[in-house]
């Protein structure tokens, strides 16, 4: 069993920065791929950025690259989602998540990929 803690969130203005951090006691955390998915109000959970269990590789969705690093520190087994030029329909519930270890970068982007789940924390942007 994988227990990630997300924390971070907040209320912003537009333009702003913020750094989401997702935490586990899993001392084999720098086996596991995460990613950051996030969910809005009626909307589904989308796929946000993705790491792989080694660092060597990251994802992201379109409306993000450029603005969004995802990153790991499997020393303190974080792995993080730093947000600049925040703009209002970042505004979401980000969640942290965790597939099987060692899985291949393939379908990164599926939510049925990711066996282990945060609790998610609310970043709102205002305008």
């Known amino acids: 069993q994988v227990q990630l803690v997300e924390s971070g969130g907040g209320l912003v203005q537009a333009g702003n920065s913020l750094r989401l951090s997702c935490a586990t006691s899993?001392?084999?955390?720098?086996?596991?791929?995460m990613g950051w998915f996030r969910q809005a109000p009626g909307k589904e959970r989308e796929f946000v950025a993705a790491?792989?269990?080694?660092?060597?590789?990251?994802y992201y969705v379109d409306s993000v690259k450029g603005r969004f690093t995802i990153s790991r520190d499997n020393a303190k087994n974080t792995v993080y989602l730093k947000m600049n030029s925040l703009n209002p329909e970042d505004t979401a519930v980000y969640y942290c998540?965790?597939?099987?270890?060692?899985?291949?970068?393939?379908?990164?982007?599926?939510?049925?990929?990711?066996?282990?789940w945060g609790q998610g924390t609310q970043v709102t942007v205002s305008s």
């Open positions: 899993k001392r084999t955390f720098s086996s596991y791929p």
């Open positions: 998540a965790a597939r099987a270890p060692y899985s291949s970068d393939r379908s990164y982007y599926r939510t049925d990929e990711y066996h282990y």
């Open positions: 790491i792989s269990w080694n660092g060597g590789n990251t």
